[in-house]
């Protein structure tokens, strides 16, 4: 059973990420939620439409985003590197961002959180298992370190300050699956724009770990544990499973043994 809805759109709504492929779709899904949408991201982005601002701030700047955080209500944190990088980059946008972010929150009142984290938190497991919001964490790298990290820093600042985040564990949010793993790990953009928006508007949100997926018909990941959310998956991958022929990888290779696919075996960056 899934808790009421909030009826009164937000004040204002703080959009990291926003010059980016998700952010760029959520610019114009999370429109309703808010009187004014404040668009940020390192890189350029598109001008202010009605009721916008844009703002370009480095994640890793803490008075940029202490500055960036003012005067809004809640914070949909798309944000940062969003691929398997060397540690250093990914310490300074997403260790030390997420860190900016949160004490920004704390400082100025922000209630609630969606935190873009990624199935990278859990891609060692193996692709037989099904998890939940409560499975060991298994980070296939830095970039799945720096999304756990995020996981935990939110739960801190939900127990020590009461402020409300969902982690979403996104899968693949294309336009559509790419490989033969997407089938399991695909969202619709549709699906993404929903989710988030479920989390804005329920009343009780607490710290709620959600995966980010269609309802496919290998899906890998359980959302008993965020019913509360009231999230129901419109779209599945079962549409393009007998279409052309998506790229697999090698029977047996870690790729295709575990949830992260490529991402387990990049890296270590070694710098000379
Ligand atoms: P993206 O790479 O297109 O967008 C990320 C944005 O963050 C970019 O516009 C980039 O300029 C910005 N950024 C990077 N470093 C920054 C910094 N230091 N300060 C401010 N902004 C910075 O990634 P995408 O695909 O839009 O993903 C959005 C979020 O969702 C990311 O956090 C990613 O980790 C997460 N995610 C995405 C998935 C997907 O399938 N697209 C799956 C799982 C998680
Ligand atoms: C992610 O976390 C990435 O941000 C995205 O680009 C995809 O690689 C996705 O995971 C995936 O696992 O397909």
């Known amino acids: 059973m899934h808790s009421k809805t909030r009826q009164e759109p937000l004040r204002r709504l703080l959009l990291t990420g926003a010059a980016g492929a998700l952010g760029r779709v959520l610019r114009e899904g999370l429109k309703p939620c808010a009187q004014v949408l404040r668009l940020s991201d390192i890189a350029a982005m598109a001008p202010a439409g009605a009721a916008e601002e844009v703002v370009v701030c480095d994640l890793a700047d803490k008075q940029a985003v202490d500055r960036l955080v003012a005067g809004c209500d809640a914070i949909v944190h798309m944000g940062g590197v969003s691929v398997e990088r060397p540690f250093e980059e990914v310490l300074e946008a997403n260790i030390r961002g997420s860190f900016h972010l949160y004490e920004g929150a704390r400082r100025h009142g922000v209630r609630r959180v969606v935190f873009a984290s990624s199935n990278h938190v859990v891609g060692f497991h193996d692709t037989c298992?099904?998890?939940?919001?409560?499975?060991?964490?298994?980070?296939?790298?830095?970039?799945?370190?720096?999304?756990?990290?995020g996981e935990d820093l939110s739960r801190f600042y939900f127990d020590r300050y009461g402020i409300e985040t969902a982690c979403l564990r996104i899968g693949s949010a294309y336009p559509q699956p790419q490989d033969q793993r997407m089938l399991s790990t695909w969202m619709s953009y549709a699906d993404l724009t929903a989710l988030v928006q479920r989390c804005l508007?329920?009343?009780?949100?607490?710290?709620?770990?959600?995966?980010?997926?269609?309802?496919?018909?290998?899906?890998?990941?359980?959302?008993?544990?965020?019913?509360?959310?009231?999230?129901?998956?419109?779209?599945?991958?079962?549409?393009?499973?007998?279409?052309?022929a998506l790229p697999g990888f090698a029977p047996g290779s870690p790729e295709a043994r575990y949830q992260g696919g490529s991402f387990v075996t990049r890296g270590p960056f070694e710098t000379p």
């Open 129 to 149: 298992d099904r998890l939940d919001a409560d499975c060991a964490r298994r980070p296939d790298g830095y970039y799945g370190l720096s999304k756990s990290f």
């Open 201 to 244: 508007a329920v009343e009780q949100l607490g710290h709620t770990i959600v995966y980010g997926a269609s309802a496919n018909p290998s899906a890998w990941w359980d959302n008993g544990k965020a019913e509360h959310l009231g999230f129901v998956p419109r779209d599945s991958s079962a549409q393009f499973a007998a279409t052309a």
